[in-house]
């Protein structure tokens, strides 16, 4: 069984910038899944943010946070990142990291095993 912990949340100005962190526990074969990030805005359903694959070969995005966003991972460890610039009220929610077992870095929630319990990003205007 896997864990995730996310962390690195909290308030930012507009135009600011946060990095979060995932931690993963459980596991020997960290290296072995593709990683994503997702998030939660108010009043709005669960969306994808990026993911990485898991050699950290391959990203994907939403256009949303295209060339704001970075994902990054160290498998040493155990862990992937969210590297978040210029970020506007719009982007303010929970972001969420999720782990599935295998090597695309696929956009699809339900693909995704392993998910943390989220940490909330406040973007002030």
């Known amino acids: 069984q896997v864990q995730l912990v996310e962390s690195g949340g909290g308030l930012v100005q507009t135009g600011g910038s946060l990095r979060l962190s995932c931690a993963a526990s459980?596991?020997?074969?960290?290296?072995?899944?593709?990683m994503g990030w997702f998030r939660q805005r108010p009043g709005k359903e669960r969306e994808f943010v990026g993911a990485m694959s898991w050699s950290g070969g391959r990203t994907a995005y939403a256009d949303s946070v295209k060339g704001r966003f970075t994902i990054s991972r160290d498998n040493a460890k155990n862990s992937v990142y969210l590297e978040m610039n210029s970020l506007k009220p719009e982007d303010m929610g929970v972001y969420y990291c999720?782990?599935?077992?295998?090597?695309?870095?696929?956009?699809?929630?339900?693909?995704?095993?392993?998910w943390g319990q989220g940490t909330q990003v406040t973007v002030s205007s």
């Open positions: 999720a782990a599935r077992s295998a090597a695309t870095a696929s956009g699809y929630q339900a693909e995704y095993r392993y």
């Open positions: 459980g596991t020997t074969f960290f290296s072995s899944y593709t």
